[in-house]
């Protein structure tokens, strides 16, 4: 039995999207394959909004995160992070030998303008990383308000943040916000399979990365950037699928659902889901402002044994998450994202408290 995922990715697609991907192969050279990756461009550009430049990578989030430490970090990196996806850019820059530090706060914290602030005054760095939106925690900071600061008391750190689960779910003013580096994938809110991510990047972040040596090969941005402004094309093989499902999931949400129905529907889920956890649990995020639109986390206050829930709700076709890492058992989630359905997040938490006598 397929089990409806309500989990932080990957997330159901659209059987329309899914038969993209069986999409007959051409040449990833010729001119087809160019126009093809120009479409998913210019399309993912107004999702991100932004009149930077888009790249595609096939791979996970994960690769451009990578490739961006990499490509941008000349001096030191300073690592901000809510939880454990913010804590992998700290992985990710000591595995590859970049200078960097990490500030994290308490689960269910969000990183406010103050606390940055504090941190960037310790050392001189060039760079800045921050998750908008952390799955661990429910947690989305304020991008904005970070890039808001940065522009006037840090004008030359280059500002990177991943976007990877709320890219398509809220809305995201990329260029407003004052980002150098957007990053997201595509098997969360965008909702497709993974193994393809996205990023815009500034023209001033790929000047500054072109004066950095060992920047890798496969996660370069110069050379990522350098085949779009050329031909629209990627610099190994891309896969084709991927850019398929892509382009017909983005005209999708920006022609047909829109994108500010999109955004509202995340929102509205994210309120039934919040009310359900506040009147049976509670929430870990107490700060409102700090609490994402595509995913919940719930205090496990009544001691549930969420494994067995996840059973019980396998049995009826639908599965949650655990709390992640140190939160296992702790708490448990619940996300709302891609293509998911109010009545059917409704089903879900009907189930969940016929499950658990509520």
């Not at 409806?4 to 001119?31: N, S």
């Not at 940065?150 to 398509?168: C, H």
């Not at 850019?243 to 309120?271: S, T």
Request: overall charge neutral; proline content about 3%; some cysteine.
């Amino acid at each position: 039995m397929h089990k409806r995922l309500f989990i932080p990715g990957p997330v159901d697609v659209r059987p329309e999207a899914l038969g993209k991907m069986a999409t007959p192969q051409i040449g990833h050279r010729t001119k087809e394959a160019t126009e093809l990756q120009k479409s998913v461009s210019e399309k993912a550009a107004k999702v991100f909004q932004t009149k930077n430049t888009i790249i595609l990578s096939t791979s996970s989030g994960t690769g451009l995160m990578e490739g961006a430490v990499r490509s941008f970090t000349k001096k030191r990196a300073a690592v901000f992070s809510t939880g454990a996806f913010g804590d992998k850019f700290y992985k990710l820059c000591i595995g590859n030998g970049i200078p960097a530090d990490k500030y994290k706060v308490e689960a269910g914290k969000g990183i406010t303008v103050d606390y940055v602030k504090e941190n960037l005054a310790k050392e001189d760095y060039d760079l800045i990383t921050l998750q908008h939106n952390e799955t661990s925690t429910g947690i989305m900071n304020p991008v904005k308000e970070i890039g808001d600061f940065l522009k006037e008391n840090y004008p030359d750190i280059t500002y990177v943040v991943d976007a990877v689960s709320s890219m398509g779910g809220v809305d995201i003013k990329t260029d407003e916000w004052g980002a150098d580096v957007m990053i997201t994938s595509t098997q969360k809110c965008i909702g497709l399979p993974a193994g393809m991510a996205i990023a815009s990047v500034t023209d001033r972040a790929i000047e500054k990365a072109k004066t950095i040596e060992n920047r890798g090969v496969y996660f370069d941005y110069v050379s990522l950037y350098d085949k779009v402004k050329a031909k629209y094309q990627y610099p190994s093989t891309p896969s084709l699928a991927h850019m398929y499902a892509l382009d017909y999931q983005l005209g999708f949400m920006l022609e047909e659902e829109g994108l500010k129905n999109r955004f509202a529907r995340h929102e509205a889920m994210a309120k039934t889901v919040r009310e359900f956890a506040e009147e049976y649990f509670e929430l870990l995020v107490k700060d409102e402002k700090f609490r994402s639109n595509t995913v919940t986390c719930i205090l496990n206050t009544r001691n549930i044994d969420v494994g067995d829930l996840n059973k019980k709700l396998a049995e009826r076709g639908f599965m949650i998450s655990n709390g992640y890492g140190d939160l296992k058992d702790k708490t448990f989630r619940i996300a709302h994202m891609a293509d998911a359905q109010p009545e059917v997040l409704d089903e879900l938490l009907k189930y969940i408290k016929d499950i658990l006598g509520l």
